[in-house]
């Protein structure tokens, strides 16, 4: 894959169609391991019914599973692989901090601060769901952070203390919340969704959750230049002539967006964000024009993947997809860490 | 092309950082700004290159008010070094330079051919054109200046601000940098601590003190020992460069920083002698 990689480089359309053929055949593959293996044929045919009309004669049921469980579940997991990979790219090369990741700006933290006051204290009377509730949440964090680190002064380290804080009192505010009211059952239910869960995904999420993606990733890519310019610092890329207040407002807001939708839809999935950038730069460099689109890539492969062997590792259980993606990942990050000197 | 400041204040906060700072840089001069620690160079610097905005007075560049002027265009006439950056990232030295062709490039104007020549005539520059492809965390401290110097260069400035370039480097490649940067066909202005150094490279100096800017002339203007002694503390002889006219050397005088601790602890001593005779 390394080779492709940089043979592709050379060209960066091929390099497009290459990294878009590799997501659908991903995609496709996701669509057809499962409890019941449904054959790749059938998965093509499906599909082309579906985007095209094609008519082809295909199983009612293997087609609803192919096409309302696995392939919308499939499409949210590499939606939300590749913001949560983009947010932590842009973050790690705003800051200048190899720590940041998008959980940093105590988004994952509101958001299950505001899933247990739905879930657990009925705020909104029925009316919000878990993900409104969570989506709020995270902005409501998001917001207090902010602020916080601009009360605090100008800098990136006031903006890593701010969500550090911001992070622990909305952790506290909601383990508060479960202790005190929620029941066995329900406690269990959130710590569930806390490590990220895909098994309610259809399609409305779908339509959330790839166009914030698309989205992100283009006004990300947009800002690539400026993030190279931080390379030296804040100062440095001001003398470079990039307006550094808008690019930090734009970048850091646009980061907190997506991951802000992600997280209420799926969950706060960890590690994503934090480790496949720095999978990516091993690849590719720290330029965020190849970083960027590169760390979507990857993200987008890894959790859709992470979300298969969910599904399949314990046989009739789901596993929170949280729990795998740091089960697989910390020891591929690792095997890359030890082999990165001979990569490069 | 004239950069320059016309009452200037900053502060931070309630703090005034400088006051009341009026200075002119002349084109194609060397000019040097000293001063003890915290007497505002870094601030005065950042005004300069307008990286900060002052609170009261004005930056102007060519008749325009810094502020008027758009941050890619800024870029685009001054470049700066600053006094310690460096990056945890892997990047080789051409794309560190590289970086200096940011307030060029957009989605409309893609990197170029001319791009790549003005790079390598930046590493051509400062004499880093065999280390292109190296790796930035294997370079010492001086050629990471040079890089530094290289970036800003490929900016295409007509005026390079240098906060104290040599900091943390031996004194041959300090005395190297300074002699590199006398020689490129840019106005700079550089912090410098050296006074020795100043005294060699610049053409002109701007004495920085508590904030204010006490003086600016010639090297043998104000390089005395008044000012030595009112401003930095230190006892001192300067004497003329015979071969550089219009330059001075200064000595220093051991003990001299602060006479009244030596002449107690000579006391002190003479006191321990007495009590042990006794």
Known sequence: MIGLLSLAFTNRISATLVALMLLCVTLAFAASVGETAIPMQTVINTIANHVWNAGHEVDVIDAGIVWNYRLSRAVVAASCGASLAVAGAVLQGLLRNALADPYLLGISAGASTGAVSVAILGLGAGVLGLSVGAFIGSLVAFAFVALLSLQAGRGTGAIILAGVAGSQLFNAMTSFIVTKSASAEEARGIMFWLLGNLSGVRWPDVWLALPVAIVGLVICFGYSRALDAFTFGRDSAASLGVPVRRAYVVLIGCAALMTAVMVSIVGSIGFVGLVIPHAARFFVGTRHSALLPVSALIGALFLVCADVFSRMIVPGQVLPIGVITALIGAPAFALILCHGRVLR | ?278
Request: glycine residues 8%.
């Open chain 2, 1 to 278: 092309m004239s950069l320059e400041l016309r009452n200037v204040d900053w502060q931070a906060g309630f703090k005034k950082i400088i006051t009341d700072v009026t200075i002119a840089v002349k084109p194609g001069e060397f000019l040097g700004l000293i001063g003890p620690n915290g007497s505002g160079k870094t601030t005065l610097m950042s005004v300069l290159g307008g990286l900060r905005r002052p609170s009261r007075g004005d930056a102007i560049l060519d008749g325009q008010a810094l502020k008027n002027i758009g941050r890619r265009n800024l870029a685009q006439r001054i470049g700066f070094v600053e006094q310690q950056a460096d990056t945890i990232d892997r990047i080789t030295v051409t794309e560190a330079v590289s970086l200096g062709r940011t307030p060029y490039l957009g989605l409309l104007s893609p990197w170029s051919q001319n791009d790549d020549a003005v790079v390598d005539d930046a590493l051509d520059a400062v004499d880093m054109r065999s280390m292109k492809d190296r790796m930035w965390h294997t370079l010492s401290g001086g050629e990471k200046q040079r890089v530094h110097i290289a970036r800003a260069l490929a900016q295409e400035p007509e005026f390079l601000l240098l906060d104290e370039p040599t900091n943390h480097l031996d004194i041959r490649h300090q005395l190297g940098i300074l002699e590199l940067v006398r020689r490129l066909p840019v106005t700079v202005v550089a912090a410098l601590h050296d006074l020795n150094h100043a005294a060699m490279f610049c053409d002109r100096i701007a004495m920085m003190d508590g904030g204010k800017l006490r003086a600016i002339g010639t090297p043998q203007d104000i390089l005395i020992p008044e000012n030595l002694r009112d401003v930095f503390g230190v006892s001192a002889t300067v004497e003329p460069d015979d071969i550089h006219p219009g330059r001075c050397m200064i000595r220093y005088h051991a003990g001299g920083a602060n006479t009244d601790v030596v002449s107690d602890f000579a006391d002190i001593k003479a006191d321990i002698k007495k009590d042990r005779i006794a």
